[in-house]
């Protein structure tokens, strides 16, 4: 503006800001000076002087507006250089702004190196970009943010995680793609390897039950889609527990992880291997055309698991046995064609091992029955109908009653009385043997101290006690038995098969140990019959050894019977153990055992199993009976 003109109206010379344009600092070096005008000039000319005066307030008010916008700016642009979040302004793709914290996340050494790619798609995998702008073009108004996780790739092509917040902005009279970004890459990675343990197995890295489950019902649903069969195959490995007890669980470790990587390698990639737990696994065949298909993949799995399996340089050898159902025919969902797979390989293995059974009418109509079964034993016990009968244990030098072996009976109002052998197996698979067996403690124990009462002071009472129930909570059942009865702890004897020896022996051998600190004597049952060894008699505390009704029904007529029994009497005496024969029929019998020095018998030659009233009455009798004598 000239001062010579001051008498024009004053012309509004403000500069005008541009967008991001940057503002220089009001720096007196770099804007030209403003002399204060001439007196003479100004005058008594009031039109004049307050023109001026105007003037010079206005180009004040510019340059306080242009600092102010200036210090705005810095401080937008200092805490958005600085933020630990990568901050990204981008239109069609093209960086219009990055941060510093945006190249560190993608592995560039600045935001210019960044920006001189001219594209952000490299930074992304294939689809990435249009998701995330597709994310935010249906946002409410175009600019309301948006939260999401994208992948990202690294300078070095690593690939990441991101959680991105993302928003439309103006910029330069138009709009664009601002996004704020933190790097999330270890929490997924966690979050997956949570993911991973809950659905996969950890000893073989197959997928679990869940996981397997949720298969199976997918496979289900696309094999009802398009009118085809899924087959599922049920696999134990046989005599899996003999490889744990011989090499130990490590070894057994190995040995069912070479097993999933056979089975892993007989079966199409679609397939699902899966290790259910223990030695069980399953595979799921999906979209089956042929049952021929299907018997020829468990044929392949047969001969795979048949190969020698090598552990610590030694060849190990297994058999497995394989179950089959098919869907439709053989179960409507999952659960239904697991049960129909695991039927048909239980009869495998009751038909000798190593097989291949596919599932029949007649297995389904079976599976019904023991399901009808399990319902019915469930509520056998509150409705009263296990009982037990008392079979006597004669001291044989003496011939007196020592004691009684608890045997359980069911009276089903279907099937009438049932024998143990019949349903213990159910219970125990059922975990239905916990609460029975504590039943039959409690109920053992009420009726020797009748017997006890009643002035047979002398007895003991015997127990069948099985695997399961060790797992349980024993020690706090039977101590609870025999507090409630005012019985001493040395009046009750527990009998474990021989498997249960055979079990883990640290766990076992814990609760034995503590069993017997506790008074508790401990029986080894039906003895010879299983896999245990000679061996396991002198790891374990045991009182008593019972041998089988097998060997002692056979002593007079089978020299190496005879040979066997009398060995097994003397080996137990070595070992300080009470010897018990099942099984006594006969005098002969009896004879032959008095000779060799058995302890205690029993058997029909004495009595057969009978009510507490009814074994009572035997007492009283005997007794009667040996003080006329």
């Known amino acids: 503006m000239s001062i010579a003109n001051a008498d024009q109206p004053v012309a509004d010379d403000t500069p005008q800001m541009q967008h991001l344009a940057p503002l220089q600092p009001d720096d007196a070096a770099a804007r030209p000076a403003i002399r204060p005008p001439a007196l003479a000039a100004i005058g008594d000319d009031s039109r004049r002087t307050s023109g001026f005066i105007g003037a010079e307030t206005g180009m004040t008010r510019s340059r306080r507006t242009q600092n102010s916008l200036y210090a705005s700016e810095e401080r937008f642009r200092s805490l958005v250089e600085t ?35 001219g594209t952000l798609d490299v930074l992304y995998p294939l689809g990435e970009p249009q998701r995330l702008a597709q994310a935010c073009k249906h946002l409410p108004g175009g600019r309301s943010p948006s939260q999401h996780e994208i992948r990202g790739i690294r300078k070095d092509g690593s690939l990441i995680w991101l959680h991105a917040h993302s928003r439309i902005v103006p910029w330069d009279d138009g709009t664009a793609l601002q996004s704020t970004l933190i790097d999330v890459t270890l929490r997924k990675r966690y979050e997956d390897h949570l993911q991973h343990q809950a659905t996969f197995d950890a000893v073989t890295d197959l997928p679990n039950r869940s996981l397997a489950l949720d298969r199976l019902v997918s496979a289900i649903e696309a094999a009802r889609r398009r009118a085809s069969c899924v ?92 179950g089959a159902a098919a869907f439709p025919e053989d179960g409507d969902d999952a659960e239904d064609l697991l049960r129909s797979a695991d039927a048909a390989m239980y009869v495998g293995k009751e038909n000798g091992r190593g097989q291949v059974h596919f599932f029949t009418p007649e297995l389904r109509q ?29 001291e044989i030098r003496t011939g007196t009653v020592v004691g009684a072996e608890a045997l359980l009976r069911w009276c089903d109002p279907e099937h009438g009385n049932t024998g143990s052998d019949e349903f213990v197996r159910l219970a125990e698979d059922t975990g239905l043997i916990v609460p029975i067996g504590e039943w039959v403690l409690a109920t ?17 009472l015997c127990v069948n006690i099985s695997a399961r129930q060790f797992r349980g909570s024993l020690p ?79 002593v007079l007529g089978d020299a190496t019977r005879s040979t066997l029994v009398d060995a097994l009497i003397i080996l137990a005496h070595r070992l300080h153990l009470r010897v018990v024969a099942e099984g006594v029929e ?31 009455q035997l007492l009283d009798e005997r007794r009667t009976v040996a003080a006329v004598g």
């Not at 045991?542 to 056979?554: A, E, M, N, P």
């Open 444 to 460: 053992g124990c009420r009726d020797l101290r009748r017997w006890i009462d009643a002035g047979h002071d002398h007895l003991g």
């Open 231 to 322: 087959y599922v195959l049920f696999i134990d490995v046989d005599h899996f527990k003999k490889i744990n007890d011989t090499l130990g669980h490590t070894a057994g470790d190995r040995l069912l992880r070479q097993l999933a990587q056979r089975l892993k390698a007989s079966v199409r990639q679609m397939d699902t291997v899966a290790r259910l737990g223990g030695d069980e696994f399953v595979v799921i065949l999906g979209d089956v055309r042929l049952p021929d298909d299907a018997a020829a993949v468990a044929g392949k799995i047969a001969e795979a698991c048949s190969r020698p399996f090598l552990l610590d340089g030694q060849e190990t050898f297994v058999t497995v046995s394989v």
């Open 586 to 616: 006969t005098a002969d019998q009896l004879d032959f055992l008095r000779i060799r020095g058995c302890d205690l018998a029993q058997g029909y030659f004495f009595s057969a199993p009978l009510p507490a009233d009814d074994f009572l």
């Open 476 to 554: 706090a059942a039977i101590r609870s038995s025999l507090d409630a009865y005012r019985l001493d702890p040395q009046v009750l004897t527990l009998e474990i098969t021989e498997g249960v020896l055979t079990e883990d022996p640290g766990e076992f051998k814990a609760m034995m140990d503590r069993l017997v600190a506790d008074g508790i004597r401990l029986a080894v049952d039906d003895f010879g019959t299983g896999y245990s060894s000679l061996s396991y008699l002198s790891r374990v505390p045991l009182d008593t050894l019972k041998i089988d009704r097998s060997y002692t029904g056979g």
């Open 83 to 117: 933020s630990l979040f990568g901050v990204c302004i981008e239109r069609a793709g093209r960086p219009l702004f990055v941060n510093q914290a945006f190249a560190d996340i993608f592995g560039y050494a600045s935001s210019d190196e960044l920006m001189a790619l």
């Open 366 to 394: 079976r599976s019904h029955d023991r399901l009808r079964r399990e319902v019915a034993l469930r509520h056998a016990l509150e409705r009263g109908e296990l009982t037990l009968h008392y079979q006597p244990l004669i």
